[in-house]
C-alpha cells in the first residue's frame, strides 16, 4: 500500500490505529510476493488482542472474524474524530426517500471511512398494520448481509439438483413477511 490510508488513521480508535497499519502491512507484503510469516501473525497476534475470542489457533469462525476486521479497520480509519451526540430523528411529511437520505447522511457523520465506502448499506424495513394501515419505518446500516438459502419444494436432503442464485438469495431477503395479530 502507498500510505494513503495514513491521513484517515484515528488514533482515538480502540486499536488507536494499529490494526490499521498490521493489514497495511500484511497487503504490501502480499502485492510485493513477500508475505512472511512474521507479518501474518502480527496481524493475527493483534486482533486476538482487540477481541480474545480469536487468541490462538484453535478453528474460528471466518464470518465472525472477517466482520470484527471490518469493524475495527472502519473505526481506525474514521474520518469523524469527533462524534457528534445522540439525537433523535423524528419525520413527519418525509418521503422514504428524503428519510433514508436523512438517516444516512446522520450515520456518516458518526461513522465514515474508506471501510464505509466499500462496504456499508443501508436496509429499510416497512412495518404495516393489516387491520388499521398504521406504517412505522426503520433504516439500518450493514456491513454485510447473511442470506438464507430460499427453501426447494423437495424434502430430501440428498435430491437437491437445482442451482440457487445470489438473486434467489436476494429474493428470499426481501420478501415480504406476514405477522400474525397476537
Request: hydrophobic residues 30%.
Amino acid at each position: 500500500m502507498n500510505g494513503d490510508y495514513e491521513q484517515d488513521l484515528n488514533t482515538k480508535s480502540k486499536t488507536k490505529g494499529q490494526l490499521a497499519k498490521a493489514y497495511a502491512d500484511l497487503v504490501s507484503s502480499a502485492k510485493s510476493g513477500n508475505v512472511t510469516r512474521s507479518v501474518v501473525s502480527d496481524f493475527k497476534s493483534l486482533v486476538g488482542k482487540c477481541n480474545s475470542q480469536f487468541i490462538g489457533y484453535g478453528q474460528q469462525d471466518a464470518q465472525e472474524f472477517l466482520r470484527f476486521a471490518i469493524d475495527g479497520l472502519s473505526a481506525d480509519l474514521n474520518r469523524v474524530k469527533i462524534k457528534p451526540k445522540f439525537k433523535e430523528l423524528k419525520f413527519k411529511t418525509e418521503t422514504k426517500e428524503e428519510q433514508s437520505e436523512k438517516w444516512w447522511e446522520y450515520f456518516k457523520s458518526i461513522e465514515d471511512s474508506f471501510i464505509t465506502d466499500l462496504f456499508q448499506g443501508q436496509l429499510m424495513s416497512n412495518t404495516e398494520c393489516h387491520l388499521c394501515g398504521h406504517q412505522s419505518l426503520a433504516f439500518d446500516n450493514f456491513m454485510d448481509l447473511s442470506l438464507s438459502l430460499p427453501k426447494e419444494e423437495s424434502k430430501s436432503l440428498y435430491s437437491r439438483t437445482s442451482s440457487v442464485t445470489l438473486k434467489d438469495c436476494l429474493s428470499e431477503f426481501t420478501s415480504e413477511e406476514k405477522f400474525d395479530s397476537d
